[in-house]
């Protein structure tokens, strides 16, 4: 999936610029997906020449002045016929720290168990903010307040599957070496 129907879905609700852009997108979508300044407008820029999206500049008194994106009748199109088109069929979490754990027997015992501590506490301050907003998108459409569901739940899923983790490798630590073999192995 691409960002920029995120973004177009943000934009069919009300006119944004790429900070607020950004947030909402890890506010209500970062359990699947994550993004950074560079992905958003490098997105926002093809879709301005894809006449997607219009931008007008805001000024600001006090700050810099703000590029407003708005979606554009061809934007809605392009959106609606995403939205209609077979979804991906592929199953992934992409989180580079998963990538890493699978390769923690071959580092330092200690340094694995202090990044799955890292993680369980970056996953429980998730799981406080998306519970604080759930009230809010309770109040949003029935497929918004399901979304958040599934955010927490995959969140309470990760944080469980962690301590787990952490507890069994305190526990065994390193008893079974991989053997090179095993890995790639047909």
């Given at each position: 999936?691409?960002?920029?129907?995120?973004?177009?879905?943000?934009l069919?609700s009300?006119?944004?610029h790429?900070y607020?852009?950004?947030?909402l997108?890890?506010?209500?979508?970062?359990?699947?997906?994550?993004v950074?300044?560079?992905?958003i407008?490098?997105?926002?820029?093809?879709?301005l020449?894809?006449?997607?999206?219009?931008?007008?500049?805001?000024?600001?008194?006090n700050?810099?002045?703000?590029?407003?994106?708005?979606?554009?009748k061809m934007?809605?199109?392009?959106f609606?016929?995403?939205?209609?088109?077979?979804p991906e069929?592929?199953?992934?979490?992409?989180?580079p720290?998963?990538?890493?754990?699978?390769?923690?027997?071959?580092?330092?015992k200690?340094?694995?168990?202090?990044m799955?501590d890292a993680?369980i506490?970056?996953y429980?301050?998730q799981h406080t903010l998306?519970?604080?907003?759930?009230?809010k998108?309770?109040q949003?459409?029935l497929?918004v307040?399901?979304?958040?569901?599934?955010g927490?739940r995959f969140?309470e899923m990760?944080?469980?599957?962690l301590?787990?983790?952490?507890d069994?490798?305190?526990?065994h630590?390193?008893?079974h070496?991989?053997n090179?073999?095993?890995?790639?192995?047909d």
């Amino acid at each position: 999936m691409s960002i920029k129907y995120a973004i177009l879905g943000l934009l069919k609700s009300k006119d944004m610029h790429g900070y607020r852009i950004k947030k909402l997108i890890e506010r209500d979508f970062g359990f699947m997906w994550t993004v950074n300044y560079g992905q958003i407008y490098t997105d926002l820029k093809r879709m301005l020449d894809d006449e997607w999206v219009t931008m007008s500049i805001v000024a600001k008194s006090n700050s810099p002045d703000r590029k407003l994106y708005s979606i554009t009748k061809m934007g809605q199109q392009e959106f609606l016929s995403w939205l209609a088109a077979e979804p991906e069929r592929r199953l992934f979490i992409r989180d580079p720290f998963l990538l890493r754990f699978t390769f923690f027997n071959s580092g330092d015992k200690q340094r694995a168990l202090e990044m799955i501590d890292a993680q369980i506490e970056l996953y429980e301050l998730q799981h406080t903010l998306r519970k604080k907003f759930t009230a809010k998108r309770q109040q949003r459409d029935l497929y918004v307040r399901l979304a958040t569901e599934l955010g927490i739940r995959f969140n309470e899923m990760i944080l469980d599957w962690l301590r787990n983790a952490r507890d069994e490798i305190k526990e065994h630590g390193s008893s079974h070496m991989v053997n090179a073999n095993e890995i790639g192995g047909d």
